[in-house]
Structure formats: C-alpha cells, structure tokens
C-alpha cells in the first residue's frame, strides 16, 4: 500500500537543528518528485522545499533558503529535511508529499498525489 511517513520531529532550541526524515513504502520515491510542507496553528499550509524525480534538483522558500537542506537517499526510499538555524517561525507540523509526474517545474499542491500525517517541530526556548 502506498505510504509516506515522516520522522524527526521534536523540540528543539532557536539556533539549533533538526533532521525530518521521509520514508516511502508501496512505491519506488526515485520516480517521484517530494515536496515537504509546514503548517502552524491558525495558518495555512506552505510549501518549504521540493526535490525532483528527474535530476534531483531542488527549490526552497526563501524563508529557509540557506538553513534547510533537501536530500533523498534512494537506497533507503527517504527523503530528508536538513534544518538548521531553526527559527521560532519554524514551528509547525511538516508533511512530505509526493507527486508521480515528470519535473516540469515546482509542482502545485494539488499537484501531489500522496501525502504523510506530519510530524511535529517545536522551536522554543
């Protein structure tokens, strides 16, 4: 069966890191371009980061440009989330999400065909 679960989550220190994980099952995640979103209480869901199934290039919002890092690990059938210089606006549950078609530019949310349940990161002093 088809699913994603992310891992890593916690409370963490401003300045300090945490590394999501993304695992797939029911499916190959090298064929599929992975997105990773955030959602605080009381907002929307935005988008954080992507990876594609192409040639494994990578987008970022530019509110975590230069502190989050994305990266798959095809042998494991994971994704990962880098964060580091966390933010208390970081905080919010993230979800990976996955969409089966070929790159042709950062995909939409819609556009996302599998979803995980989130896990949570808490950035406090």
């Known amino acids: 069966q088809v699913q994603l679960v992310e891992s890593g989550g916690g409370l963490v220190q401003p300045g300090g890191s945490l590394r999501l994980s993304c695992a797939a099952s029911g499916f190959t995640l090298a064929d599929f371009t992975i997105g990773w979103f955030r959602q605080a209480p009381g907002k929307e869901r935005e988008g954080v980061s992507c990876?594609?199934?192409?040639?494994?290039?990578?987008a970022y919002a530019d509110s975590v440009k230069g502190r989050f890092t994305i990266s798959r690990d095809n042998a494991k059938n994971t994704v990962y989330l880098q964060m580091n210089n966390l933010k208390p606006d970081d905080t919010a549950v993230y979800y990976c999400?996955?969409?089966?078609?070929?790159?042709?530019?950062?995909?939409?949310?819609?556009?996302?065909?599998?979803w995980g349940q989130g896990t949570q990161v808490t950035v406090s002093s």
């Open positions: 999400a996955a969409d089966p078609r070929l790159w042709d530019g950062v995909p939409e949310e819609n556009e996302y065909a599998f």
């Open positions: 990876i594609s199934n192409s040639d494994s290039s990578t």
